[in-house]
C-alpha cells in the first residue's frame, strides 16, 4: 500500500465505520483534491470483506533481515554488472586493439580481465542465488511484494539504470558529431547500452507486474 497521510486513512476508517462504500470514499476525496494514486493506496490497505466493521489488510514491516538481504542482493547486481561491462570493454580492447598503445593494452589486459572474471564467477552465483531466495519469499508471503526497501531499492535501481543510458547514449552522439565514431568505441556503446536497458527493463517489467497484481 502507498504510505498516505493519518488524516486520510483515519477519514477513510472513519468513512466505512458509516457504512459508506468506496466509490462514494473515492468520489469525496477526488472533490477535495486527493489524487487518484493516494486515494487507491489508501483503500488497497482495507479488505472488501462482508464484516460490519473495516477490516485491515495486512502490510509489508520493515526488518534488519530483510533490509540486510535486499541490500546484498541489490550490490551483488550492481558488482556484477560493473564487472560484466569492464570485462566485455576489456575483451573489445584485446580484439580490437589501439596501435597507439599496445605495449600498455599488453599489460594491463590480463590482469584487468582476470580481476572481471573472479568477481564475476563470485556475484553472479551469490545474485542469482539471492533472487531465486527472494522469488521463493515472496511467493510465500505475497504481501512482501510491498516492502518499503525493496521498492526504494527497485526505484534506485532504475534510476541508475536510465542515467547510465542517457550518458551512454549522449556520449555517442557527441562522437558521432565529432566524427569520430569507431567500431571499437560503437561496441563499447552497445555494451553498457545492453547492460543497463536490460537491468531497467527487467526491474520495471517486475514493478508494474506489481501493479496489475498487488
Given at each position: 500500500m502507498a504510505s498516505a497521510s493519518p488524516e486520510l486513512?483515519?477519514?477513510?476508517?472513519?468513512?466505512?465505520?458509516r457504512g459508506h462504500t468506496r466509490p462514494q470514499v473515492s468520489q469525496a476525496l477526488l472533490a477535495a483534491?486527493?489524487?487518484?494514486e493516494q486515494i487507491r493506496g489508501v483503500l488497497d490497505g482495507w479488505?472488501?470483506?462482508?464484516?460490519?466493521?473495516?477490516?485491515?489488510?495486512?502490510?509489508?514491516?520493515?526488518?534488519a533481515r530483510e533490509a540486510f538481504v535486499y541490500l546484498l542482493l541489490f550490490s551483488t547486481l550492481?558488482?556484477?554488472s560493473w564487472n560484466l561491462g569492464s570485462l566485455l570493454f576489456k575483451l573489445i580492447e584485446h580484439a580490437l586493439p589501439d596501435a597507439a598503445d599496445a605495449r600498455w593494452q599488453v599489460l594491463q589486459l590480463g590482469p584487468s580481465i582476470r580481476w572481471s572474471i573472479s568477481a564475476l564467477v563470485i556475484a553472479f552465483p551469490l545474485f542469482a542465488f539471492l533472487s531465486h531466495r527472494v522469488s521463493l519469499d515472496v511467493v510465500r508471503n505475497p504481501i512482501k511484494r510491498l516492502s518499503p526497501v525493496r521498492r526504494w531499492?527497485?526505484?534506485l535501481t532504475l534510476f541508475v539504470a536510465a542515467s547510465v543510458l542517457v550518458g551512454d547514449l549522449t556520449t555517442l552522439v557527441y562522437n558521432v558529431l565529432g566524427g569520430e565514431l569507431s567500431l571499437r568505441f560503437?561496441?563499447?556503446?552497445?555494451?553498457?547500452a545492453v547492460i543497463a536497458g536490460t537491468v531497467f527493463g527487467w526491474y520495471l517489467w517486475d514493478l508494474r507486474r506489481e501493479e496489475v497484481n498487488p
Open positions: 486513512e483515519t477519514f477513510v476508517r472513519d468513512a466505512f465505520m483534491g486527493w489524487s487518484e479488505a472488501d470483506v462482508d464484516f460490519p466493521l473495516p477490516v485491515p489488510r495486512p502490510r509489508a514491516l520493515l526488518s550492481y558488482f556484477f531499492l527497485t526505484y560503437a561496441l563499447k556503446v552497445l555494451a553498457v
